[in-house]
């Protein structure tokens, strides 16, 4: 790792059997966990981190299989299920000395807090999810030419082999692609933080991808496992979201309402980058989920 956020101390946790984080602490008072998404690492908080630091204890990992922290090879879809990942987040807080922990996560991290979320409801005091959908309910809305945009999903849910070599052999151009295909302004991810996110995730392809196909096998199942057993979020939740509703035909609040009775539905213009692109809007946010 070349770059760091100013004032946070970095460390690393083991939190599994084999999986040791890299993780980003900074600041005092009640503690908020902070989930990157994909393509990037911790980083992406950088500014909402600074922020929050100044009243809370903020602790930023890179997710396993992302960044500086582990990346298992995968047996079987449990290494990478959110439900391992989830446990990672859970035992990293604990290391760090706190059973309880608001929980805030970008992306593929947003997934990974839903099931901390669902999973460990009497830990996460306070949930946020930024620009994405619920595993089950992102896979039901995904139809027809619209499911174009996210061609990445089932690119990746394909079987081990061909789509790490394909990946593989441009990646750089891959990995790239996201970042101005998703982003609304392109100063808001500088050249040497690009770079980062580039070159972490070059090294990382067959984790990123086995992330992604447990998204398409086992984290399907146990999202429906909860659906059909009534399991809901208890804790407050925020949602903030582009309006991926009006472009693909659905109705995304109700969709985070069928998970979250107690939840506070935000849309921005802001783009899929939203903490690098407008991180007081976001800091605002979740100051607000704070409170509540």
């Keep these: 790792?070349?770059?760091?956020?100013?004032?946070?101390?970095?460390r690393r946790v083991t939190v599994a059997d084999g999986v040791a984080l890299n993780v980003a602490v900074g600041g005092s008072g009640r503690p908020v966990v902070l989930l990157h998404g994909f393509p990037q690492t911790h980083l992406m908080w950088r500014h909402v981190a600074a922020d929050l630091a100044s009243d809370h204890t903020v602790i930023c990992p890179d997710l396993r299989g992302y960044g500086a922290s582990d990346k298992p090879p995968a047996h079987g879809e449990d290494t990478y299920a959110k439900r391992?990942?989830?446990?990672d987040v859970v035992a990293l807080a604990r290391a760090l000395g706190h059973e309880r922990f608001a929980l805030a996560g970008h992306d593929r991290g947003a997934l990974v807090a839903v099931r901390a979320g669902l999973d460990h409801p009497d830990t996460v005091t306070h949930l946020a999810s930024l620009d994405v959908l619920p595993t089950l309910d992102m896979w039901d809305v995904l139809h027809g030419a619209s499911a174009a945009v996210a061609f990445h999903l089932y690119l990746m849910a394909q079987p081990p082999g061909l789509p790490e070599r394909m990946i593989s052999a441009s990646a750089d151009a891959f990995f790239g692609y996201f970042l101005d295909a998703w982003g609304t302004d392109p100063a808001a991810i500088p050249a040497e933080v690009r770079a980062e996110y580039l070159r972490a995730s070059r090294e990382a392809v067959d984790s990123i991808v086995a992330d992604y196909r447990a998204s398409a096998g086992i984290d399907v199942a146990h999202d429906r496992a909860d659906r059909d057993a009534g399991r809901r979020l208890a804790m407050p939740v925020t949602v903030i979201q582009q309006d991926w509703g009006a472009a693909l035909g659905y109705d995304a609040q109700a969709v985070w309402r069928a998970w979250a009775p107690d939840?506070?539905?935000?849309?921005?213009?802001?783009?899929?980058?939203?903490a690098e692109a407008a991180p007081a809007e976001i800091s605002e946010a979740l100051r607000a989920l704070l409170k509540r």
């Design 263 to 274: 939840l506070e539905h935000r849309t921005t213009t802001a783009g899929h980058f939203m």
């Design 84 to 87: 391992a990942m989830a446990a």
């Design 1 to 10: 790792m070349t770059i760091s956020i100013p004032g946070f101390d970095y």
